[in-house]
């Protein structure tokens, strides 16, 4: 599993987004390459701490829907986005721009680890030890983009990869999402003008998994139940104690997952349906 | 000819010996006292040489100098008068100098000796010391109430001298054991209904969580609070010693005590009556009488936002500095924060029932007053509701059986690996993604949900745990 093998483009493992581009590259891989959905997560290295909590978030969400997280594996966003999506276990490829063996930025090499202990994959187009030079960076956000069903911009700026990533996503077809930022924030500045160009803005973790459900299906692990017993108007927990005859700390520990459920919601001391 | 005799000063929740020290010089009657004494002690001079005179003793015709040592320790009050008076009859040669003897009191113009708030102080320094302690008939139980304390009773000047002449007796003050007295007045059984903040309740005992309570008038939040301190564990030995010194210091006297402080300011208190403070001799506040035990702050929202902003830093702490011309004493403030407030002025906004009579503009700025950092800091949040008349029944537990539980508890927790499960981990992190908990609340479950397994008496803390963490901090 640790040793890089390659995929020949157009052989039956080979990833069928790939030949979306004009020049499907031969891929060198380390791991499994899921049959799940990809989504790239995708952003600049210099970030903000909202961008990163943002990031991982998204990483969560995504994982936590039955999709791939794919991400460059770069500082700032990327990593976070891999982060988010390893805290759950979740599967995530990262698209090297050196040869799959070389770990760069070196500070990432516990995600680099986590991605394959968790059943994910590192994927280069390098052969293997092909050292991390700046220009190979660009060319490997084509595999990114095309690796995935759509792009998520978390933050980007005027110029950078994850402006590139988007645009060649469009290119090939692939649904843009992005994060609106401030007018005149550095790190917003290029998110700001995908939108302007026609992508879809994102507004929020619910959002954005409502938005990718419409494109790639509905997330794999919807929520259990939906719908609980109670009346519109609601119970008071005292009430519900009786209603669903449990003990005071079951009763509250099934509203608290009921709440995150989105199923309840609390007003007070009651308990609401919706 | 000089005398020494040994007295206390309260400093912070602390004692500290001080040395009376008395020159008497050449034949030209003078009285001098140095040594940092504040207004009550320098009226100490015609006190003394009053009660001196009462009792048959001659003050010396000659100059007397009194220092308190060290010097640089603030020395206020009226409890250095008796050794003052001893000190000038021992440098008289009319006494032996009692320089390993612990002297207190206050004395009346015709010799009595009045009690004082430092008995307790007098008798924590004997303990520690392992010096016998003079103290006022009156402050004797007091000090006789400190394990370890060897303490004399006096009534007037005249006993004393006597006492210190002739050497002390056997006739020591029978050390007097506190027996546990738990407030049996307020019973968790007399509130009706309120299953979820009774909960809480037991939990926020548990973890010493700090805790608020929002409802409309009547559902028993101010009832609630005071039961929370029934059901708090007895007070340690050094607890114990440490709150009444503070109370001491404050002027009051509690002595030693198994029952946690409760105390309830008013919101119309000062910010030093809250913090402390005080001209001269620093005095403790409100946050620092609660040490080890509760605070209540009942209808939170009415005390100025300015006052509970300065909550913040003793609440961090667990210390307050007050900081004065040439000192600063620090009194320890590890208080439990229990607090109530209507959801608006009139009380109803949310009732099911009752229509509310405020503007909104008013609902939204009485809320504003609790919130930002002090509401940071408080883990649970319950609504209390009011109670229908069918609830109006009494089948509730009873302090005694959840105090019993806490106790469990408590002691589980002092004594257990801290483990939460993978599964509950991952929930808190769901809660995050779907809004329902916000950054700053992921500590806050965390640490309700760790109680909740204490009180479930589970090493791991598990998704039920988190999920009943996350109801009990609902939103404010």
């Not at chain 1, 059943?119 to 960076?137: C, H, K, N, Q």
């Not at chain 2, 004393?160 to 056997?170: K, N, S, T």
């Not at chain 2, 709150?243 to 402080?261: N, Q, Y």
């Amino acid at each position: 599993m640790t040793t890089p093998h390659m995929v020949r483009a157009g052989t039956a493992s080979y990833p069928e987004g790939l030949l979306d581009l004009e020049d499907p590259p031969d891929l060198y891989l380390i791991g499994d390459l899921a049959a799940a959905p990809g989504v790239a997560v995708v952003g600049t290295r210099r970030c903000t701490r909202y961008g990163i909590d943002l990031a991982e978030r998204f990483g969560r969400v995504i994982a936590g829907a039955g999709w791939t997280v794919v991400s460059g594996l770069a500082r700032g966003i990327d990593a976070a986005a891999h982060r988010g999506c390893l805290s759950v276990s979740g599967h995530a490829v990262g698209v090297l721009g050196s040869g799959v063996d070389v770990c760069y930025p070196a500070e990432n090499r516990p995600i680099y680890d986590g991605i394959l202990e968790s059943g994910g994959a590192i994927v280069s187009e390098y052969s293997p030890g092909t050292p991390p030079d700046r220009w190979r960076f660009p060319a490997r956000n084509r595999i990114i983009a095309a690796m995935s069903t759509a792009v998520v911009v978390v933050e980007a700026a005027r110029t950078g990869g994850a402006l590139i990533t988007a645009r060649l996503g469009a290119e090939i077809g692939r649904p843009v999402f992005v994060v609106p930022g401030d007018v005149d924030r550095p790190a917003s500045e290029g998110c700001n003008l995908l939108i302007r160009d026609g992508a879809n803005p994102v507004l929020g973790a619910n959002d954005l998994i409502e938005g990718l459900g419409l494109i790639i299906g509905p997330p794999q692990q919807a929520a259990s139940a939906s719908t609980v017993d109670l009346p519109q108007s609601g119970l008071t927990v005292d009430e519900l104690t009786t209603h669903w005859s449990l003990s005071l700390p079951e009763t509250l520990a099934r509203v608290g997952r009921l709440e995150i459920e989105g199923l309840v919601r609390m007003s007070g001391d009651r308990v609401i349906p919706g | 000819m000089n005398s020494a005799t040994m007295s206390v000063a309260l400093v912070g929740g602390d004692v500290k010996p001080v040395q009376v020290e008395v020159h008497v010089g050449r034949p030209q009657e003078s009285f001098k006292l140095t040594g940092l004494p504040d207004t009550a002690v320098r009226e100490a001079k015609d006190r003394v040489r009053a009660a001196l005179a009462s009792s048959g003793a001659k003050f010396p015709n000659r100059t007397v100098t009194v220092n308190l040592s060290p010097a640089a320790l603030p020395k206020g009050g009226t409890e250095y008068d008796l050794p003052i008076a001893l000190g000038v009859l021992a440098a008289s040669r009319e006494i032996p100098s009692p320089r390993d003897v612990i002297v207190v009191g206050e004395l009346a113009l015709d010799g009595r000796v009045r009690s004082s708030t430092s008995g307790m102080a007098a008798g924590v320094l004997s303990a520690r010391l392992d010096l016998p302690c003079l103290v006022p008939e009156s402050s004797a139980s007091q000090a006789a109430s400190v394990p370890g304390a060897r303490v004399y009773s006096i009534k007037t000047l005249a006993e004393a001298a006597e006492q210190l002449r002739m050497g002390l007796d056997d006739e020591m003050v029978k050390p007097r054991s506190v027996p546990p007295s738990l407030d049996t007045t307020a019973d968790l059984a007399d509130v009706r209904g309120q299953p979820m903040a009774r909960r809480a309740t037991e939990i926020a005992a548990t973890g010493r969580h700090h805790l608020l309570f929002h409802g409309p008038p009547g559902g028993g939040k101010t009832m609630l609070a005071r039961r929370l301190a029934g059901l708090l564990p007895p007070l340690s030995e050094s607890e114990a010693v440490e709150v009444g010194l503070i109370h001491a210091a404050a002027g009051l006297t509690r002595g030693i005590r198994w029952d946690r402080p409760f105390r309830s300011p008013h919101h119309t208190a000062s910010r030093a009556a809250l913090v402390g403070g005080g001209s001269g001799v620093p005095v403790p506040g409100e946050v620092s009488l609660a040490n080890h035990g509760l605070l209540f702050l009942d209808e939170l929202a009415e005390f100025p936002r300015s006052h509970l902003d300065t909550l913040r830093q003793p609440m961090e702490d667990g210390a307050v500095t007050i900081a004065r011309r040439g000192m600063s004493v620090e009194f320890p403030s590890s208080f439990h924060l229990v607090a109530a407030t209507n959801p608006c002025p009139c009380g109803f906004t949310g009732d099911d029932r009752k229509p509310c009579q405020c503007r909104p503009a008013m609902v939204s700025r009485y809320r504003q007053r609790v919130s930002g950092p002090l509401l940071d800091r408080i883990d649970l949040v319950v609504k209390v509701g009011r109670v229908e008349s069918v609830e109006m029944r009494s089948d509730a537990e009873t302090s005694a059986i959840v105090r019993k539980r806490v106790a469990v508890a408590v002691d589980f927790r002092s004594n257990r690996p801290d483990l939460i499960s993978e599964a509950a981990s991952r929930l808190i992190l769901r809660a995050l993604d779907s809004g329902v908990i916000t950054a700053r609340g992921v500590e806050r479950t965390k640490r309700v949900a760790r109680t909740i397994a204490d009180l479930a008496l589970a090493e791991e803390v598990s998704e039920d745990h988190v999920a009943e963490a996350m109801v009990l901090r609902g939103d404010w």
